[in-house]
């Protein structure tokens, strides 16, 4: 059961990586407003949270988790493809809006897949095997942009190949069986722990979705990188996150409070990194480290999650959570795209930018003390390896 869900995890991140990297670099470089940019930046969590919501009631509510799985993921190739052909800022903005739509019900299927088959003793290890697996996916998937973006940069290809890649990723799931659950009642306590967890992620999301938009026009606007150099800096991202996640999944499992608290404390440095980008070459030695941060967010707060949510519910609750997630980020990326129009206009672009991401930093750091006030005393957070 598990290799056809493992085999279908590579190969729907190499579908991923393949195009989905480069949506905002896509829009940035076709002339968007900094508006614009905040809002394709924003909306692929939002938007793709919001369906999920409603798919993952459907899952959970008809079990037909992977039918959900394979469905959406035809539906989504499908819409890669007919993204190939166009480049028009709002035209790509209305598409982009489309895909996470249909990312977000397909989402609703696989995490509730996913979910209902992992082990609540060794969560952080097996999501972590997982985790590599899309980490995996999307290296080989940048790896080949990158060679196809050093002879041909064009975005048409790319995204007919996510496309591609995306239908074979649901054949490679046929097959696979429906698990059964046992849906189990919510309890006054996870009730209360969830409402605790929604309310910190969404008050950290907004300085997370801050910076989103000022990283994408500093590597465009600032940088000055191709669509070559890029494609490079995210290989670099994805090798430093294969490298570091086994050993982040066993601390996960280890310690669960841990691995929350410096998987948001460590997204703190890249909005103080970001203001001294320059040169493509700043983002490739940042990108060796990033793999830390990178690597916590596949596993930890997933985890924690699917700790305090019932059987038979994941598929709603990791929704809700996306949607808590999408709302306060999607926050976030507009306000910094706003503001950085209002500063650009008495100030230089570097110094706009720096002004928005040393409040972005100490929101994200003053956000992540937070995350320790959460319940963990009735969670898995010190089992044995």
Known sequence: MRDRLKAHTF????????????VGFNVTSSGASDILIG???AISTLASAVSQLIGGSIADRTGKRVAI???????????????????APT???????????????????????VGEASESAHRGSFLSSFARLTSAGGLIALILTTIITAFYPSYTVLYLLSGAFLVLSAIILRGQKEQRVEREPLSGEESRDLRKYYIVTGFYGVFWGFAW?????????????????YSLAQVIAVASTIAFQPLVGRLVDKDRRRGVFWGRMGLVVYPLAYMFVSAPWHLYALNLFSGITNALLNVAFVAYLYDISPAGHRGKYSAEFNLVTGISTMAGSLTAAYALSVLSVGNTLWLSLAYLYVIA?????????????LPFNGVNHRLPI
């Open 11 to 22: 190969w729907n991140s190499l579908a991923n990586n393949v195009a989905s990297p480069f």
């Open 39 to 41: 809002y394709v930046q």
């Open 69 to 87: 799985t394979i469905l959406f993921s035809l539906v989504t190739g499908l819409l890669w493809v007919g993204s190939a052909f166009f480049q």
């Open 91 to 113: 035209f790509l903005a209305i598409s982009f809006t489309a895909i996470t739509l249909a990312i977000g019900l397909y989402s609703a299927g696989w995490t509730s897949v």
């Open 213 to 229: 938009p000022l990283f994408t026009i500093t590597t465009v606007k600032i940088a000055k990188m191709t669509l070559f150099e």
């Open 361 to 373: 930093a100490v929101g994200r750091f003053v956000a992540a003390f937070l995350h320790l006030r």
